[in-house]
Protein backbone atom coordinates (compact mmCIF):
# COMPACT_ATOMS: atom_id res chain seq x y z
CA UNK A 1 0.00 0.00 0.00
CA UNK A 2 1.55 3.32 -1.24
CA UNK A 3 1.85 6.41 1.38
CA UNK A 4 3.11 8.70 -1.19
CA UNK A 5 2.41 9.30 -4.96
CA UNK A 6 6.00 7.81 -6.89
CA UNK A 7 7.46 10.04 -9.83
CA UNK A 8 5.77 7.34 -12.13
CA UNK A 9 2.84 7.49 -10.68
CA UNK A 10 2.93 11.67 -10.68
CA UNK A 11 3.76 11.33 -14.33
CA UNK A 12 0.61 8.68 -15.31
CA UNK A 13 -1.52 11.33 -13.41
CA UNK A 14 -0.31 14.14 -15.57
CA UNK A 15 -0.91 12.50 -18.67
CA UNK A 16 -4.22 10.66 -17.90
CA UNK A 17 -5.29 14.21 -16.77
CA UNK A 18 -3.87 16.09 -19.99
CA UNK A 19 -6.95 16.03 -22.22
CA UNK A 20 -4.85 14.67 -24.45
CA UNK A 21 -6.25 11.15 -25.08
CA UNK A 22 -3.36 9.05 -24.52
CA UNK A 23 -3.96 5.03 -24.09
CA UNK A 24 -3.08 3.27 -21.37
CA UNK A 25 -0.68 1.79 -23.16
CA UNK A 26 0.84 4.85 -24.53
CA UNK A 27 0.90 6.16 -20.51
CA UNK A 28 2.66 3.06 -19.23
CA UNK A 29 5.09 2.79 -21.97
CA UNK A 30 6.09 6.87 -21.36
CA UNK A 31 6.18 6.15 -17.33
CA UNK A 32 8.20 2.62 -17.41
CA UNK A 33 5.88 0.51 -16.21
CA UNK A 34 3.34 -2.46 -17.26
CA UNK A 35 -0.70 -1.66 -18.37
CA UNK A 36 -1.56 -3.86 -15.54
CA UNK A 37 0.41 -1.30 -12.96
CA UNK A 38 -1.43 1.49 -14.71
CA UNK A 39 -5.03 -0.49 -14.48
CA UNK A 40 -4.01 -1.56 -10.53
CA UNK A 41 -3.05 1.96 -9.76
CA UNK A 42 -6.33 3.20 -11.24
CA UNK A 43 -8.65 0.49 -10.05
CA UNK A 44 -7.05 -1.39 -6.86
CA UNK A 45 -8.29 -0.37 -3.72
CA UNK A 46 -4.74 -0.79 -2.27
CA UNK A 47 -4.10 2.73 -4.25
CA UNK A 48 -6.80 5.00 -2.81
CA UNK A 49 -3.82 7.65 -2.45
CA UNK A 50 -3.39 7.66 -6.19
CA UNK A 51 -7.21 7.27 -7.37
CA UNK A 52 -7.43 10.47 -4.90
CA UNK A 53 -5.09 12.77 -6.34
CA UNK A 54 -6.51 11.75 -9.80
CA UNK A 55 -9.86 12.40 -8.65
CA UNK A 56 -8.60 15.83 -7.18
CA UNK A 57 -6.98 16.81 -10.58
CA UNK A 58 -9.74 16.15 -12.88
CA UNK A 59 -11.83 17.76 -10.19
CA UNK A 60 -9.81 21.35 -10.72
CA UNK A 61 -8.99 20.92 -14.04
CA UNK A 62 -12.79 20.93 -14.80
CA UNK A 63 -13.74 23.45 -12.02
CA UNK A 64 -11.18 25.53 -14.27
CA UNK A 65 -12.93 25.00 -17.60
CA UNK A 66 -15.99 25.62 -16.17
CA UNK A 67 -14.91 29.25 -14.66
CA UNK A 68 -13.26 29.75 -18.50
CA UNK A 69 -16.49 29.08 -20.15
CA UNK A 70 -18.31 31.20 -17.53
CA UNK A 71 -16.01 34.03 -17.59
CA UNK A 72 -16.28 33.80 -21.76
CA UNK A 73 -20.12 33.79 -21.87
CA UNK A 74 -19.73 37.09 -19.36
CA UNK A 75 -17.86 39.20 -21.62
CA UNK A 76 -20.13 38.42 -24.91
CA UNK A 77 -22.61 39.42 -22.77
CA UNK A 78 -21.16 42.51 -22.15
CA UNK A 79 -19.91 43.15 -25.82
CA UNK A 80 -23.55 42.80 -26.43
CA UNK A 81 -23.37 39.54 -28.13
Known amino acids: MARTITTKQRAALE ?3 SG ?3 TFKEIAET ?6 TLYDWRNNPDYTLFQ ?3 KRIN ?3 WQAA ?6 GAINLCREGN
Request: glycine share 8%.
Open 31 to 36: VGVNVK
Open 66 to 71: EDAARE
Open 20 to 22: KGY
Open 52 to 54: DEL
Open 59 to 61: DAR
Open 15 to 17: MLT
